[in-house]
């Protein structure tokens, strides 16, 4: 995948602090679009939306207190996260295995996706997949699609993965209500992103 309209896939640069270089307390930010809740074990930001707020974040494939964790991506971006959420509810998983497995040319770009993630998690994970029998979201059957906010966290993550590119494409990309900005402001948890350029 290029590049996704407004988004930015951020270099893998590992956060040394809870506050970038921009001054931004992004592990408050990504708290509040979590609804409160922290991510478990280290991570860093793979994309951020064009207001410059986290929409993706990654980790390794082991928590800090040794437990796996084959989750390499997660969205955090409230807007996507509803949005693919009311696409499940949808029945859009189940049409998307059912597609998988008669499509022959989704199947191999699946397949490929998954190759694609582990190698990722493999990466971020100082070279040992710790979950490497399992795939995107700790699936065994690359062809088994049920966790869309997965595939389209690896969309945004860099990963042509076919479901959450086409997922994306049907959610329109990123808020225009300033969303982050709001919940963030409201937590009082994160101070505003600056734009980058």
């Not at 040394?16 to 307390?25: C, F």
């Not at 408050?28 to 860093?44: D, E, K, N, Y």
């Not at 939306?49 to 997660?74: K, R």
Request: proline share 6%; hydrophobic share 45%.
């Amino acid at each position: 995948m290029d590049s996704v309209p407004g988004l930015r896939v951020q270099r893998p640069v590992k956060l040394t602090s809870s506050r970038d270089t921009a001054g931004r307390d992004d592990a408050s930010i990504v708290a509040a679009q979590l609804s409160g809740r922290s991510p478990r074990g280290p991570w860093r930001i793979a994309a951020r939306c064009s207001s410059g707020f986290p929409v993706v974040i990654v980790s390794p494939s082991m928590l800090d207190d040794g437990t796996p964790f084959p989750s390499y991506a997660w969205l955090t971006c409230p807007f996507l996260a509803e949005k693919v959420a009311a696409a499940e509810s949808g029945g859009a998983a189940a049409r998307w295995a059912a597609r998988a497995a008669v499509d022959r040319a989704l199947a191999a770009a699946l397949r490929a996706a998954d190759r694609d993630v582990r190698a990722a998690r493999a990466r971020e994970s100082g070279g040992v997949d710790a979950c490497a029998h399992v795939g995107l979201a700790g699936q065994r059957d690359p062809l088994g699609v049920k966790c869309l906010h997965a595939h389209v966290a690896l969309a945004l993550a860099g990963i042509a993965d076919p479901v959450g590119i086409a997922e994306l494409e049907a959610a329109g990309y990123e808020c225009t209500d300033a969303h982050c900005e709001k919940i963030t402001a409201s937590s009082g948890r994160a101070r505003t992103p600056k734009k980058e350029s």
